[in-house]
């Protein structure tokens, strides 16, 4: 963009020089935020995710996918009460946006049982028996990526996934 000025000094763009940037799709910006996550770069992974959401809210991936990032490798029953709300938030709108979501129902099965009945709270509805039921049929694949992200084997839910399928990382 170039700047010109009228006679009484008073700013003028010339908008024959202004040069769009394309706006980034939020699957471009969830496909960054994967590759950040593979990298174990969590912090910058929640920012480029939650940006996906914000671009694109209907894009469900991208709401599981900032679960795992908010977890930063970290078991759910050593993850405080505010990042647990989060995540059940985003989870909550993964299942929302794509009710036949298996990985995100057993994902919230994982985080809610490891936070609450593994802390010995209570677990409100719906508990972990009922999302990892919505779950039962998580492909290989997804179940395999839960997995890899989270390694939590005093939790029935993860312990299921890896006698099922194994791990891979």
């Known amino acids: 963009m170039t700047r010109q000025y009228d006679n009484h000094g008073r700013d003028q763009i010339n908008i024959e020089t202004i040069h769009l940037v394309p706006q980034i799709t939020g699957q471009e910006l969830l496909n960054r935020g994967i590759q950040l996550l593979n990298k174990r770069a969590y912090r910058e992974a929640i920012y480029v995710l939650s940006e996906a959401t914000k671009t694109e809210p209907s894009l469900s991936d991208a709401y599981y996918y900032l679960a795992i990032a908010l977890l930063s490798g970290k078991k759910p029953k050593k993850t405080d009460g505010w990042t647990i709300t989060s995540i059940e938030e985003k989870l909550n709108s993964a299942v929302y946006g794509d009710a036949t979501s298996s990985k995100s129902y057993v994902l919230w099965a994982i985080v809610k ?18 999302l990892f039921s919505q779950g039962e049929s998580i492909q290989a694949e997804h179940a395999r990526e839960i997995l890899y992200y989270l390694n939590d084997s005093q939790n029935p839910y993860w312990m299921y996934l890896h006698n099922k399928f194994g791990i891979t990382n």
Do not use: H, K, R, V
């Not at 049982?113 to 009922?130: D, V």
């Open 113 to 130: 049982y490891g936070y609450y009945a593994m802390n010995g709270f209570i677990e409100n509805s719906p508990t972990s028996a009922q």
